[in-house]
């Protein structure tokens, strides 16, 4: 199995920025693409970054130019970087990671941002 833990949301005010951490453990080698997904209230999970085992990166329209993912390459862990960051983005985030050597994905636990002033 592969176990996902997120670190690094918080409160924030409207044009701050954070970065979240998630770090993979167990079957780590068994993981291709990984990303990061957010729910916020009343909403449905959403993808916001995705990020290939070749680093391929993809964006929703709504975080263009204002989130950056990154992964390290032992794909242990990956990371959202989030500036300029609106009461919008404020959500539930989630990490994922695809694991097709057992055609499932595994999520984390998620990590709260909250955009306020």
């Known amino acids: 199995q592969v176990q996902l833990v997120e670190s690094g949301g918080g409160l924030v005010q409207p044009g701050g920025s954070l970065r979240l951490s998630c770090r993979a453990s167990?079957?780590?080698?068994?993981?291709?693409?990984m990303g990061w997904y957010r729910q916020a209230p009343g909403k449905q999970r959403e993808l916001v970054a995705h990020?290939?085992?070749?680093?391929?990166?993809k964006y929703a329209d709504s975080v263009k130019g204002r989130f950056t993912i990154s992964r390290d390459t032992h794909k242990s862990a990956v990371y959202l970087q989030m500036n300029s960051l609106k009461p919008e983005d404020t959500a539930l985030y989630y990490c994922?990671?695809?694991?097709?050597?057992?055609?499932?994905?595994?999520w984390g636990k998620g990590t709260l941002v909250t955009v306020s002033s």
């Open positions: 167990g079957r780590i080698f068994s993981i291709d693409a």
């Open positions: 990020i290939t085992d070749g680093g391929i990166t």
């Open positions: 994922n990671a695809e694991d097709p050597d057992q055609g499932m994905d595994h």
